[in-house]
């Protein structure tokens, strides 16, 4: 059994079906004191979720579902008209998401997409119907951060104002991404330092307005 199966069980046997905060204190408890896992976390997720409060997002991306921890974090504080698409990579780690997110009783509110976000950004317009994003949460792989972000502005997703919030711009770690953002001259960015998931290293989160 993977780590991720055996977080998915955890959930399953110690949270509350259609509870979203009940499956991430399950998942953040089992992070903590059993086993570590690249979750964004509670503490972290503190920050995550002021940003998305104060930008209530209706139309927002994220980069890396991983187990769908982010996602039912940021959609248990959006209304139901919001629409949420997440994108991942690994298709074991999709699967698990699809039931983490079922079991919080979120799946008709979070849209997931198994792809490299590389073929799947050029796509947004057309297939999923999406304009521009209100919000951005980028937590895939720290290489290819700034690539995903010049394909978002150069297909035309992003519009003055949006906000764009990296995950890991200490650890692992996204040097290229946080000099591009904080010096091309598009964005008005921030870094918020905080603490690496279930740890007490330092880590942090990066938040880019748009400048349009
Ligand atoms: O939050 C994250 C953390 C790590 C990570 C893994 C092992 C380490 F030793 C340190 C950091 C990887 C991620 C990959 C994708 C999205 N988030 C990640
Ligand atoms: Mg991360």
């Not at 992070?31 to 104060?54: C, H, S």
């Not at 248990?76 to 079922?102: D, G, Q, S």
């Not at 921030?190 to 989160?205: A, C, M, P, R, V």
Request: charge should be negative; charged fraction near 25%.
């Amino acid at each position: 059994m993977s780590k991720e199966q055996r977080v998915l069980r955890y959930v399953q046997q110690n949270a509350s079906r259609g509870d979203p905060d009940s499956v991430l204190a399950a998942v953040d408890k089992f992070g903590w004191e059993t086993e570590w896992a690249m979750n964004v976390g509670d503490v972290k997720g503190l920050i995550l979720d002021r940003f998305v409060k104060e930008t209530a997002p209706q139309t927002m991306l994220e980069l890396g579902t991983y187990m769908g921890y982010s996602a039912i974090r940021v959609v248990r504080l959006l209304p139901e008209t919001a629409k949420f698409l997440t994108v991942e990579f690994n298709p074991e780690n999709a699967a698990i998401a699809n039931e983490m997110i079922a079991f919080a009783g979120l799946q008709n509110r979070i849209i997931q997409i198994t792809s490299d976000s590389a073929d799947v950004i050029p796509q947004l317009k057309k297939k999923y119907d999406v304009d521009t994003f209100d919000m951005v949460f980028i937590d895939h792989w720290k290489d290819v951060y700034v690539r995903d972000i010049k394909l978002l502005e150069t297909n035309n997703l992003l519009r003055k104002g949006t906000v764009v919030v990296a995950d890991n711009i200490i650890n692992p770690g996204a040097p290229e991404y946080a000099d591009y953002v904080r010096t091309c001259g598009k964005y008005d960015s921030t870094f918020h330092e905080s603490n690496f998931e279930y740890s007490d290293d330092i880590d942090g989160l990066e938040k880019s307005v748009y400048r349009g």
